[in-house]
């Protein structure tokens, strides 16, 4: 038993795939605490059939949208609308990278790819938020989240053009965060997750190295899909009222490392 930090409140939770997604983990807590919401993913995500479980286990209807399709976000938000009324978060956990799927070099990617990465992995999260913004779907000190990841500020080669999209997914949540604080007192922030074994994360080349690089660097260990469900949860509630418009670092302390004995360990032939 949950809390009941979000009792009454009522949300759309985007991108849960499977039992391992920061999103599955999201849904349940925000069950926990007494939430209501929406699950929605894009309709191929729905044929693997697992998300209609986590709906049963949540009391949640499921609703297949494209987050890349206008009309098939403003048919979601008829649907939330037709339910709840106004709503008061939005989770976007969305992300995917064809050249990273097909292993294109970040020196020689595909620019079709790339504009595809791009539209998915952060444009999506600014045609969310527009679409709310306009329709005046959010209540008032409301909160808006996105997940992703360091290598928006650091380099990380293998994470390819999904840089990119991290970078601009926090770019979009500063702006917006103005006028939706403006508009509706309505917070948007995103959080920077340590690498987490979801099934998209580990699709990324060297996945397994750089979550025990990670590990080794950061001074509590790498947060878990667990951990940053329970910040999401925290940001969602109205503990949170004034925390806007910012990239909050979800991951054990690695962004304020510069090097560990553990590293320093593993490179001296201590490992």
């Known amino acids: 038993?949950?809390?009941?930090?979000?009792?009454?409140?009522?949300?759309?939770?985007?991108?849960?795939?499977?039992?391992?997604?920061?999103?599955?983990?999201?849904?349940?807590?925000?069950?926990?605490?007494?939430?209501?919401?929406?699950?929605?993913?894009?309709?191929?995500?729905?044929?693997?059939?697992?998300?209609?479980?986590?709906?049963?286990?949540?009391?949640?209807?499921?609703?297949?949208?494209?987050?890349?399709?206008?009309?098939?976000?403003?048919?979601?938000?008829?649907?939330?609308?037709?339910?709840?009324?106004?709503?008061?978060?939005?989770?976007?956990?969305?992300?995917?990278?064809?050249?990273?799927?097909?292993?294109?070099?970040?020196?020689?990617?595909?620019?079709?790819?790339?504009?595809?990465?791009?539209?998915?992995?952060?444009?999506?999260?600014?045609?969310?938020m527009q679409l709310a913004y306009q329709r005046d779907l959010m209540n008032e000190w409301g909160s808006i989240l996105g997940l992703s990841y360091i290598a928006a500020q650091r380099t990380f080669p293998k994470y390819s053009d999904m840089t990119e999209a991290k970078a601009l997914l926090e770019s979009y949540a500063?702006?917006?965060?103005?006028?939706?604080?403006?508009?509706?007192?309505?917070?948007?922030?995103?959080?920077?997750?340590?690498?987490?074994?979801?099934?998209?994360?580990?699709?990324?080349a060297g996945f397994d190295a750089m979550l025990e690089f990670a590990e080794k660097m950061s001074p509590l260990g790498n947060a878990t899909a667990d951990d940053c469900a329970n910040l999401c949860i925290a940001m969602f509630s109205d503990l949170t009222r004034r925390v806007t418009m910012q990239n909050l670092m979800s991951d054990g302390g690695f962004s304020s490392m510069g090097v560990s004995p553990e590293v320093l360990d593993a490179f001296a032939g201590g490992r």
Not at 175 to 195: A, D, E, H, L, M
Request: glycine residues 10%.
């Open 174 to 204: 500063r702006t917006f965060g103005y006028y939706f604080g403006r508009k509706c007192k309505v917070r948007v922030n995103t959080i920077s997750q340590s690498p987490t074994p979801t099934t998209a994360g580990s699709g990324v």
């Open 1 to 128: 038993m949950g809390n009941q930090l979000l009792k009454g409140k009522k949300g759309i939770i985007t991108g849960a795939l499977d039992e391992n997604s920061i999103a599955w983990k999201v849904a349940v807590r925000a069950h926990e605490e007494g939430a209501q919401f929406i699950l929605t993913n894009a309709p191929v995500a729905l044929r693997m059939g697992a998300l209609n479980e986590l709906a049963a286990q949540t009391g949640s209807e499921v609703v297949g949208a494209d987050a890349t399709s206008a009309e098939d976000l403003n048919a979601l938000y008829d649907k939330a609308a037709e339910k709840f009324g106004k709503i008061d978060f939005i989770l976007h956990s969305i992300g995917m990278s064809p050249n990273v799927r097909k292993g294109k070099e970040y020196t020689d990617l595909n620019y079709d790819w790339l504009v595809k990465t791009l539209d998915i992995s952060a444009i999506s999260f600014h045609k969310m």
